[in-house]
């Protein structure tokens, strides 16, 4: 089984050899920046879905950015994420939750009349409410002298982040385009639950102050 690290290198070589592939010959100059709506995209993370689709913490999303006037793409992310975590003492955690995103992508340079091969920069804030349960969480020894074990069987939480994205995406076929892109996620603050802090966040990761990502993106332009 590969690891993550493998993984990761894999994904990150296909990023570099799409455009080589992938890029018409002949890059058509994108439209006057005075028109104002160039098209939506829908996308997806596929690196997610197939985490998901193999039992590790991955998840669900969909993201629409408006390309406006081939300089700023706003967008919107919504998604559902299930982890399952267990630490070496015994103690694991499985829950479940949505989250959501708004941000701002700007291209960096770009080909295509509505700009659909690009390198952008991009920031997003982000928020997730979520619901987990703690099995054999242990403790120090009580009062009585010995250590004991218990479970929580309905803790729910919540957490805010800021994010950076770098990547790119280039036009394949008709309306479809691939790209990726790397995140720096930062915590900026954490709703604990009632009886314990959450050590996964749907659509941030793991509970660290701060995490970094890969996503590889599969883009369909809306036909209107």
Not at 42 to 69: E, K, R
Not at 78 to 89: R, V
Not at 127 to 133: G, I, L, M, Q, T
Not at 185 to 191: D, H
Request: glycine share 10%; proline share 5%.
């Amino acid at each position: 089984m590969w690891n993550k690290k493998a993984c990761l290198v894999l994904f990150l070589l296909a990023g570099c050899f799409i455009p080589l592939v992938a890029a018409p010959k002949e890059k058509p100059k994108a439209e006057l920046d005075s028109v104002a709506y160039h098209g939506t995209f829908i996308s997806t993370n596929l690196v997610s879905a197939a985490q998901m689709a193999l039992g590790q913490n991955g998840g669900l999303n969909l993201q629409a950015d408006v390309n406006l006037y081939n300089r700023f793409n706003p967008c919107i992310e919504l998604g559902y994420a299930p982890f399952s975590l267990t630490h070496e003492s015994g103690t694991s955690s499985h829950g479940q939750g949505f989250y959501g995103k708004l941000g701002l992508n700007m291209p960096i340079s770009k080909y295509g009349p509505h700009a659909e091969s690009q390198y952008f920069g991009g920031v997003r804030y982000a928020y997730s409410r979520f619901a987990y349960r703690l099995e054999d969480a242990q403790f120090s020894e009580s009062y009585w002298g010995d250590a004991y074990s218990h479970s929580y069987f309905n803790e729910k939480a919540g957490a805010h982040w800021f994010e950076i994205h770098v990547g790119m995406r280039t036009k394949v076929l008709g309306p479809i385009t691939l790209g990726w892109t790397l995140t720096m996620k930062k915590r900026l603050a954490i709703e604990n639950a009632a009886h314990s802090a959450p050590a996964f966040i749907p659509g941030y990761g793991e509970n660290r102050e701060t995490n970094y990502g890969f996503l590889f993106n599969l883009y369909y332009l809306l036909p209107f």
